[in-house]
């Protein structure tokens, strides 16, 4: 069992930047072995994926936010961030982690124009 809590939402102007943390515990041997993720969901629409990183720190990001977003792990710390720059009204969104198949709460974004 793993339980999942982010970090490091809130309010921001377009263009800004945000820097989200997601914490593991639990069951924390899992976490240096597998990929994570995040994950966005705005009401209304289906949750998207955003970014991964793999256990080899190998990052896979969404075409909408490859150019401004970063995802990072560390393991010793069992967290994974994602850096998020250049923020777009757009981006707003609740935006959770994943660690296959367990979720973190989420944590809002909101990008005001």
């Known amino acids: 069992q793993v339980q999942l809590v982010e970090h490091g939402g809130g309010l921001v102007q377009a263009g800004g930047s945000l820097r989200l943390s997601c914490v593991a515990s639990g069951d924390v041997i899992i976490f240096s072995r597998y990929t994570l993720s995040w994950f966005r969901e705005v009401p209304g629409k289906q949750r998207e994926f955003v970014a991964g990183?793999?256990?080899?720190?190998?990052?896979t990001l969404s075409d909408s936010v490859k150019d401004r977003f970063t995802i990072s792990r560390d393991n010793a710390k069992n967290t994974v961030y994602l850096e998020m720059n250049s923020l777009k009204p757009e981006d707003s969104a609740v935006y959770y982690c994943?660690?296959?198949?367990?979720w973190g709460q989420g944590t809002p974004v909101t990008v005001s124009s």
């Open positions: 990183i793999t256990r080899a720190g190998t990052t």
């Open positions: 994943n660690l296959y198949p367990y």
